[in-house]
């Protein structure tokens, strides 16, 4: 896996954390204050520009009440 691959994943994962976001009707900020961190570092995540850590996605997930599986369910990129 080149690093271009890596950065359509990275894409991917933050435009569906972002759908998913905003189908539980949070605001970045409201996420952000939730779980206790920067609201900078959802944006970053939502814009595929950081690799965030499973403690950070399991709490997400936690806060929006879903599967973490579900924040891995985006289309495949070729």
Known sequence: MDNQDK?????????NLRQLRLAKGFTQEQLANELGIEI???SR???????TSVTTLYAI??????????LFIF???S
Do not use: P, W, Y
Not at 7 to 15: D, T, Y
Not at 45 to 51: C, D
Not at 61 to 70: E, G, M, P, R, Y
């Open 45 to 51: 995540i939502e814009r595929g520009v950081i690799n």
């Open 7 to 15: 950065k359509s994943i990275l894409i991917s994962f933050g435009g």
């Open 61 to 70: 997930a936690n806060t929006l009440k879903i599967d973490v599986s579900q």
């Open 75 to 77: 289309e495949k990129i």
């Open 40 to 42: 900078s570092q959802i």
